[in-house]
């Protein structure tokens, strides 16, 4: 079993649609759970990260936590055609020198 | 403000040679790490730097190697190149614990080598 789990894609949805990106994971030291977003022959960029349970929002990207279920999601809301990317789940345990374990990526296309 | 920097973009090898592949850190940060990406796959960690010693490494075999220098810039190279070593090579940059206002590890990537072996 992977330590980390990403639901496959890929995803296509319509412009303004909600989006629900979903990990989960096996491993109980992670801590930090990092959502990243990678453009085509780009490396990826960190979106958000959030700390242990719970929500995080920032504009229109909401980050959720449930550590008793070991399960991650990202929301994005009125999702738009430059949110078209791959999306990348990263966990990490405590420590800022810690290795990322990254899921497999979900490739979201957002029609116009 | 430039960010993490590779080269090369791109180049094809044939099996059986050898590849260095290079980073510069974004300006600051003092810890280098290398990734490897396989198509249709995620980051996988091959090792991280820092002070110029190899920190901590990977699942990877011995003939991927590196080096960090007293610039905080980075090489990694890889021998012996298989077909299996095809990907795109990411470096990813951060600051050390106890330097970072953070607690988990806030990498920056640069944009990747892609290596073809044939």
């Known amino acids: 079993q992977k330590e980390v789990e990403q639901d496959p894609g890929p995803l296509s949805v319509p412009e303004g649609a909600i989006v629900s990106l979903n990990c989960t994971y096996s491993?109980?030291?992670?801590?930090?759970f990092m959502w990243y977003r990678q453009y085509s022959r780009k490396g990826p960029e960190l979106l958000m990260y959030t700390y242990s349970s719970g929500n995080k929002e920032d504009g229109r990207f909401t980050a959720q936590v449930d550590k008793s279920s070991k399960y991650i999601s990202l929301f994005i809301r009125d999702s738009q055609p430059s949110d078209s990317a791959t999306y990348l789940c990263a966990m990490t345990p405590p420590g800022a020198n810690s290795k990322l374990t990254f899921g497999k990526g979900i490739t979201l296309s957002v029609r116009p | 403000d430039a960010g993490v920097t590779q080269s090369p973009t791109h180049l094809i090898k044939t099996r059986g040679q050898q590849v260095t592949l290079r980073c510069s850190p974004k300006?600051?940060?003092?810890?280098v790490s290398w990734y490897q990406q396989a198509l249709g796959q995620g980051p996988q960690f091959i090792f991280q730097?820092?002070?110029?010693?190899?920190?901590q490494r990977g699942n990877f075999p011995d003939r991927f190697s590196g080096h960090q220098f007293p610039n905080y810039s980075s090489e990694l190279n890889v021998n012996a190149l298989l077909l299996g070593d095809s990907a795109l090579y990411l470096c990813?940059?951060?600051?050390?614990?106890?330097?970072?206002?953070?607690?988990?590890?806030?990498?920056?990537f640069g944009a990747g080598s892609r290596l073809t072996v044939l």
């Open positions: 730097y820092y002070e110029e010693e190899e920190r």
């Open positions: 990813a940059s951060s600051l050390t614990e106890g330097r970072s206002h953070s607690g988990a590890n806030v990498l920056t």
């Open positions: 491993n109980s030291a992670f801590q930090y």
């Open positions: 300006s600051g940060h003092d810890t």
